[in-house]
């Protein structure tokens, strides 16, 4: 009988301190999770998304991977919100999220906010096309107070807890909503926009590595032309036709003009199914009222190195050349214009002279 006492005894202070935890965090809520009021940001937007979500007047937003971590939430709502009321975008994009990954956050957000825009980023790479792989982040955005907590129940944030300390190390700094998880703040990229020999030594080192193989690569060979259609009418398009007062603005990010002539040289079919699904997309945006599909490909600025850190990320000035588009109708692809677009892009990529990039890169010092 005392046994027994005692076990209840145990069991019901480890409820009461579960209980005490709970409820402190909640409150303390480091991750801000739950809400976000002085726009503190602790470098994971999988999390953080959610409570800038809190946010009401946030009826725009932009989502995508690291390639749309730099656009302006400040210049889109310039530029897009015309009535200058309180309306405006936040950018919380997800870095090498798939398009699975931002259906999560995307179908909370219309749960609970009056989205009107969405600026979203269709990479094309097979990386950003695969099926959701259930992970601890998701849970918070599932409306149950266990799962929303449930990245709290890791002991890391406990001796802040204690103090409900404000250190930048347990809540993280104070940043704008314009941009705030930007990489191209970080010092690390300062100065890599100089061409190739300015970038870090990974990046050079994947663009030799691509060079001395001839673009080696397997990526795009993952998936088929069918299975990218089928993956995104489920993780995108459902989304669009449920949301048939919110404007979709979708942007394919261009990658470097050397990366595509090598595989245009090297592994041809790579490119032909890329070009496919890009009709394809042309094609499904052009029979939706409120969706639209911007390509920049063909525009040359691809073949700057200047304008990139490695074969793929490129500078902010590129996203404020997508929101500029959008805002001016300009760079807009249809059903009835993609054919010429492609044909533009493929006159863009032959100008890429591959030895003279070979000369230089060998060259840095």
């Known amino acids: 009988m005392a046994s027994k006492k005692i076990f209840v005894l145990i069991m019901s202070l480890f409820i009461g301190i579960f209980a005490l935890y709970t409820v402190a965090m909640y409150f303390y809520d480091p991750m801000h999770i739950i809400s976000n009021p002085d726009q503190l940001f602790n470098g994971s937007m999988r999390y953080q998304a959610r409570g800038y979500l809190e946010n009401k007047n946030v009826k725009g937003l932009i989502i995508g991977t690291s390639m749309l971590e730099n656009t302006s939430s400040d210049e889109a709502t310039a530029k897009l919100f015309k009535d200058k009321g309180s309306e405006r975008f936040v950018n919380i994009s997800l870095a090498g999220s798939t398009l699975a990954d931002r259906k999560v956050v995307l179908d909370y957000a219309f749960k609970h906010n009056d989205i009107k825009k969405v600026i979203y980023s269709l990479e094309m790479s097979p990386l950003f096309y695969k099926a959701l ?43 704008s909503l314009d941009r705030p998880a930007a990489w191209i703040d970080d010092p690390l990229y300062k100065d890599s926009f100089n061409g190739v020999c300015s970038w870090n030594e990974v990046s050079r080192n994947i663009l030799k590595s691509y060079l001395n193989t001839n673009g080696k690569s397997n990526e795009l060979a993952l998936f088929s032309l069918d299975y990218l259609k089928n993956y995104t009418q489920n993780e995108l398009f459902s989304l669009i036709d449920k949301q048939r007062c919110t404007n979709f603005y979708l942007v394919i990010p261009p990658s ?17 199914l890329i070009k496919n699904f890009i009709t394809y997309l042309a094609s499904e945006c052009s029979i939706r009222d409120n969706c639209s599909l911007y390509g920049f490909d063909d525009t040359g600025l691809s073949l700057d190195l200047k304008n990139y850190k490695d074969m793929f990320h ?28 492609l044909k533009r892009m493929d006159e863009v990529i032959s100008k890429t002279d591959v030895e003279a990039i070979k000369t230089q890169i060998n060259n840095c010092k």
């Open 133 to 175: 792989v259930p992970m601890n982040w998701q849970k918070i955005y599932d409306d149950n107070l266990v799962d929303i907590m449930s990245p709290y129940m890791k002991t890391g944030y406990v001796k802040c807890l204690l103090t409900f300390s404000q250190n930048e190390k347990c809540v993280g700094v104070k940043k």
């Open 256 to 272: 470097s003009a050397v990366y595509y002539k090598l595989q245009t040289e090297h592994y041809k079919e790579h490119v032909t």
């Open 314 to 341: 490129y500078s902010d000035k590129v996203n404020s050349l997508m929101i500029d588009a959008i805002e001016k109708h300009e760079h807009e692809l249809t059903k009835d214009n993609v054919s010429t677009y």
